[in-house]
């Protein structure tokens, strides 16, 4: 039971920063460590950090802009 992935910019919980293509998760930064993923463990969706794995739970789509209320 796979929820519907939010397209492009995503954040875990709003940490960290994802880029998500389907259902394919791109982890560039790491919301436990907040590093800088390595590119070929970023396109693994895992930290090359600490070993984080992102569930796809905690998927939000990134707020880029804060819409003026
Ligand atoms: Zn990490």
């Not at 394919?24 to 590093?35: A, N, Y």
């Not at 090359?48 to 939000?60: K, L």
Request: contains cysteine.
């Amino acid at each position: 039971m796979l929820k519907k992935l939010p397209q492009g910019a995503a954040t875990f919980c709003g940490r960290g920063l994802a880029f998500i293509h389907g259902t394919h998760i791109v982890m560039k930064v790491c919301p436990e460590c907040s590093q800088w993923n390595a590119p070929e463990a970023a396109d693994r969706g895992v930290c090359g950090w600490c070993a984080y794995v992102p569930s796809c739970e905690d998927v939000e789509p990134a707020v880029v802009f804060d819409a003026a209320a």
